[in-house]
């Protein structure tokens, strides 16, 4: 069964920066693009970024272009983001997600990590 | 980018009912509109994507429909486990967009 499970959050003061991590078991990690949501609190889901299986191509949403870094290492099964010039507004949960191939939906999901961006 | 607006944001039902979820795209998506439950401490689970395709696991009593900026999701002789956060995600175009979700709680 495929697997998705997130670290690296907690709280960090504004202007500084963060790498929350997605290890993958359970399937083929480099055959599937995969991408990284956030949820503040109460709030809805908000698509981040994404990148391909051979990381040659990444996208990001216009709210993070510039800022956060999507990456990954096809050997260690693991998908980060890097989070920079953290604001109060990306105090939220971070998910990955494995797309299901070539459709822009998740068939799996992670539980998230949560991430305060606090003084 | 295409803002997704969901309804209600609360639904209150009774095990045996049935319930309806609206999702209203601003442009057109095309069929590409699926749909998540979400609960507490567990990872989100895809239930039903390009509108109507139910995802492999999905009991039957689920079922989507609409096309265009019109969507539905259906649930029949719900189930206590049926209970949670529902979530509409549009697939058409990026950024991927979600609406604002759904409590469906026991009446």
């Known amino acids: 069964e495929a697997q998705l499970v997130e670290s690296g959050g907690g709280l960090v003061q504004p202007g500084s920066s963060l790498k929350v991590s997605c290890v993958a078991s359970?399937?083929?990690?480099?055959?599937?693009?995969m991408h990284w949501f956030r949820q503040a609190p109460e709030s809805g889901i908000e698509w981040l970024a994404y990148i391909t299986p051979d990381s040659s191509n990444t996208h990001y949403a216009e709210a993070v272009k510039g800022r956060f870094t999507i990456s990954r290492d096809n050997a260690k099964n693991t998908v980060d983001m890097q989070l920079s010039s953290l604001r109060s507004e990306d105090t939220a949960t971070y998910f990955c997600g494995r797309e299901m191939t070539i459709t822009a939906v998740f068939e799996y999901w992670g539980q998230g990590v949560m991430v305060t961006v606090s003084s | 980018d295409v803002q997704m607006t969901q309804s209600p944001s609360n639904l209150a039902a009774s095990p045996g009912e049935s319930v309806s979820i609206n999702c209203k795209a601003s442009?057109?998506?095309?069929?590409?509109l699926a749909w998540y439950q979400q609960k507490p401490g567990k990872p989100n689970k895809l239930l039903i994507y390009?509108?109507?395709t139910l995802q492999s696991g999905t009991p039957s009593r689920f079922s989507g429909s609409g096309s265009g900026t019109d969507f539905t999701l259906t649930i029949r002789n719900l189930e206590p486990e049926d209970f949670g956060l529902y979530y509409c995600?549009?697939?058409?175009?990026?950024?991927?967009?979600f609406g604002s979700g759904t409590k469906l709680e026991i009446k």
């Open positions: 359970g399937f083929t990690f480099s055959s599937y693009v």
């Open positions: 390009s509108g109507s």
């Open positions: 995600q549009q697939h058409n175009e990026y950024p991927l967009t």
């Open positions: 442009k057109s998506i095309s069929k590409y």
